[in-house]
């Protein structure tokens, strides 16, 4: 349903598709809160309402009930709130793109989340001028994966760790 | 957030990060768009940053960032957008970077304090 004219809110008799694996509502006008029925069909790959008006915030356990989940496109909105601290287990997530909406507080612990090319995470208000900022950064040790990182446009602090490109232990074995 | 050999895209500009650059940038050798503008770096740009040679755009405007632009910068052969304003550079221009071809979608280096001159061949 991406790329129309489509305005108001997603019906959440839509969440009755139980095998879906994709969600392409980008690019309308669509408005309220995301369905958070659709986090529960587990066999989604892929969501992507991008560029809409969706307002509200990310049910923070959502990345328990899509053990699936892939892609993640949520850019160009309104959402508020925190990144869902279940993220921390989405082990397959491959491309997390968030930019521009309202989230505010820390970047959960991505250690887990092997597969991770992409992370888009601009203008949003996340960290809080702090070196509490750079936990996070620490988290994605070993990501050789990671091909693109945007943290543009937020408040995050604190002095570039040393460690942000060392890869003389891996280079040495 | 060591090892991450991969990485094509780094764009941090628009924060508050502080202090130095770490040299160890030198080592994203895949690093194809590094963007760490407007945030409050200080200290040199290491001569590290001619590593990087598949750099196409290259962006540290608006920060505390002194001393030479490094000559290594002329290593980036495939450079494309170069901004280094509203900083404390001193010295002169490394005549490197007018030898740079693929140099054509922007080079900014204004609100600084260098000196000499521009060469003729420019």
Do not use: W
């Not at chain 1, 029925?37 to 008006?53: A, G, H, K, M, R």
């Not at chain 1, 991770?116 to 601009?122: A, Q, R, T």
């Not at chain 2, 140099?103 to 061949?121: A, Y």
């Amino acid at each position: 349903m991406g790329i129309n004219n489509l305005e108001g809110e997603v019906p959440h008799k839509l969440c009755h598709l139980k095998d879906l694996e994709q969600v392409f509502v980008s690019i309308n006008n669509l408005s309220g809160t995301f369905p958070s029925c659709f986090y529960n069909i587990s066999s989604l790959i892929v969501i992507s309402d991008t560029e809409n008006q969706f307002n509200g915030s990310l049910p923070p356990t959502m990345f328990h009930t899509l053990p699936n989940l892939q892609q993640f496109y949520i850019a160009l909105n309104q959402a508020s709130g925190s990144i869902p601290p279940s993220i921390t287990n989405a082990s397959i997530l491959s491309l997390l793109e968030i930019g521009a909406n309202q989230f505010t507080g820390q970047v959960p612990a991505l250690e887990k989340l092997r597969d991770l090319f992409y992370l888009g995470l601009s203008q949003n208000n996340l960290g809080d001028n702090s070196t509490n900022d750079l936990i996070f950064f620490k988290s994605l040790t070993n990501f050789s994966s990671l091909q693109m990182l945007n943290i543009s446009d937020n408040s995050f602090g604190g002095q570039l760790p040393n460690s942000l490109a060392n890869l003389s232990t891996q280079l040495n074995q | 957030m060591g090892n991450l050999i991969g990485l094509t895209q780094l764009m941090m500009g628009y924060n508050h990060f502080s202090g130095i650059i770490p040299s160890t940038f030198g080592k994203f050798q895949k690093m194809q768009k590094l963007v760490l503008s407007a945030n409050q770096l200080s200290g040199h740009i290491g001569e590290f940053v001619g590593n990087l040679s598949q750099l196409f755009f290259l962006d540290m405007r608006t920060n505390m960032l002194e001393g030479h632009i490094p000559s290594s910068i002329g290593n980036c052969r495939k450079l494309q957008h170069l901004g280094l304003s509203q900083n404390k550079f001193t010295g002169t221009i490394p005549l490197e970077i007018f030898n740079i071809s693929s140099l054509t979608n922007l080079l900014k280096l204004s609100q600084n304090s260098l000196s000499g001159s521009i060469p003729k061949e420019v």
